[in-house]
């Protein structure tokens, strides 16, 4: 869900230290669930990393056809998945805006006629296949539009008030309306929903919205479904490590997220980022990927920019997302430098210009997809922090898997710091990525770092 106060009902309450999570308070209803105590994933999704697609805004048409115009620019950037925000239809009723929130479903069976045909997706599908690339789409599962026809032909399927009434599920998602997970003809009605669109388009998987407001059990019982038909990936928007059990392959890591912005923004030091790294490898199951980003649909609209988050910090915080355990996430345009607040419920193209951003995200996502070190769950290696003298500004660590290894750091910082690094694990011979320069690392390194300057050495 993408409106203002989509923050407030996302887990942010959520304190990785502590683990007290976000719950629902509706009661389960007995379902099957899938046996197995962890959820295995498609062997294709090691060494991916992920792209937002925005279609709306992704071109002044807006549509499939001219999205998949684009398709071999990002197979040549390192994209692995496509993430496809909701491609239903739109509700009418208490629409927000001209156009509405893609997130208020007026139809789960159908595709929204601004995008293009059922055909038309079928095609793009065919095409990110074609490439070698993967293709999941948003699933809100949460809520429907006002206008969705199951309101008349399932009455009962919806949360009402003491007068009987449909409710927002949230007080100012006033264009959606919360279904009732008691019910367990809606549960069946959504598995269904869920299979017809891997079925007969073929798609990989779901981003699923607001997961976490969604009873786990459903998504325990949805996720063997999908699996019979093909071996799918679902990625959750929530942080609850449960999830990881036996229905989702990744989910958020907000909490993350939000220490870099506040790193950023001089709020909190390196000392944030290390301790919720370190609580994560004890919360979440060792082979849980969590989805790294400095934006998304909802950041970018609603709480600014990289650019007004991170300042001169953007770039080095893009690389961490692409180095530290999990996968990396680019919305649509941050490749062009996007550098304005994308109106959500109205028509705002995307400004697509050559950007150095695009040869950045290149060689991150390249080298994710070729170094073992830096894949996906325990395909990759574990993050070892390497001990520094400035530890307070400068992030360094090493990763190692196999024959692969990389030494990282980088400084998180508005001044310039001079570094000694203590220890022997990140000694050796490297190639440093972005300067292509071969380096000697020698245990009691040091080093300058420039304000926000990052050195990525790979071996």
């Not at 459903?218 to 093909?230: M, N, T, V």
């Not at 290390?274 to 919360?283: F, G, I, M, W």
Request: hydrophobic share 40%; proline share 5%; aromatic share 12%.
């Amino acid at each position: 869900m993408i409106l203002n106060s989509i923050q407030n009902a996302k887990p942010l309450i959520l304190s990785l230290a502590v683990l007290f999570f976000f719950a629902c308070d509706r009661q389960s209803v007995p379902v099957p669930v899938a046996t197995r105590d962890t959820v295995i994933h498609p062997q294709w999704s090691h060494n991916l990393a992920i792209y937002e697609v925005n279609i709306r805004q992704y071109s002044e048409a807006g549509t499939f056809a001219e999205f998949e115009k684009h398709l071999p620019r990002l197979k040549e950037l390192g994209v692995g998945i496509l993430w496809l925000m909701p491609i239903q239809p739109i509700g009418e009723l208490n629409r927000k805006g001209a156009l509405g929130s893609y997130y208020s479903i007026k139809d789960y069976l159908a595709v929204n006629p601004e995008l293009g045909t059922l055909a038309d997706f079928k095609a793009l599908v065919k095409k990110i296949h074609e490439l070698g690339m993967y293709v999941i789409i948003d699933w809100v599962a949460n809520h429907s539009a006002w206008d969705n026809p199951l309101t008349a032909e399932h009455p009962e399927w919806y949360t009402r008030d003491s007068t009987g009434n449909f409710v927002p599920p949230v007080a100012d998602w006033s264009d959606v309306i919360d279904f009732n997970y008691d019910n367990p003809e809606l549960r069946q009605y959504m598995i269904d929903a869920l299979a017809y669109w891997v079925r007969e388009t073929g798609i990989d998987g779901f981003r699923c919205d607001v997961a976490g407001m969604v009873p786990t059990d459903f998504w325990d019982a949805a996720r063997p479904e999908l699996d019979k038909i093909k071996a799918v990936f679902m990625l959750a928007e929530w942080e609850d490590p449960d999830l990881h059990q036996r229905a989702f392959d990744m989910t958020y890591s907000w909490e993350v997220f939000r220490a870099m912005n506040a790193i950023a923004a001089g709020k909190k030091t390196v000392a944030a980022l290390d301790s919720l790294l370190n609580a994560e490898a004890q919360l979440y199951p060792p082979d849980a990927y969590r989805m790294r980003f400095t934006s998304n649909h909802d950041e970018n609209s609603w709480n600014g920019t990289e650019f007004e988050r991170l300042g001169d910090g953007a770039v080095a915080f893009a690389v961490l997302t692409a180095t530290i355990p999990g996968m990396p996430l680019i919305y649509s345009g941050q490749e062009a430098g996007l550098n304005k607040r994308l109106q959500f419920f109205e028509k705002d193209p995307i400004e697509w210009r050559d950007h150095p951003f695009a040869g950045i995200y290149a060689t991150l996502l390249h080298l994710k997809s070729e170094n073992k070190a830096l894949w996906n769950g325990v395909a990759g290696g574990p993050l070892v922090r390497v001990p520094n003298s400035q530890d307070k500004a400068v992030f360094s660590f090493v990763r190692e898997h196999e024959h692969d290894k990389i030494f990282v750091a980088v400084n998180l910082s508005n001044l310039e710091q001079d570094v000694l690094f203590s220890g022997s694990d990140f000694a050796g011979e490297y190639n440093e990525l972005f300067s292509k320069t071969r380096a000697t690392i020698a245990s009691d390194e040091s080093m300058k770092l420039k304000p926000w300057e990052y050195r990525l050495y790979v071996k």
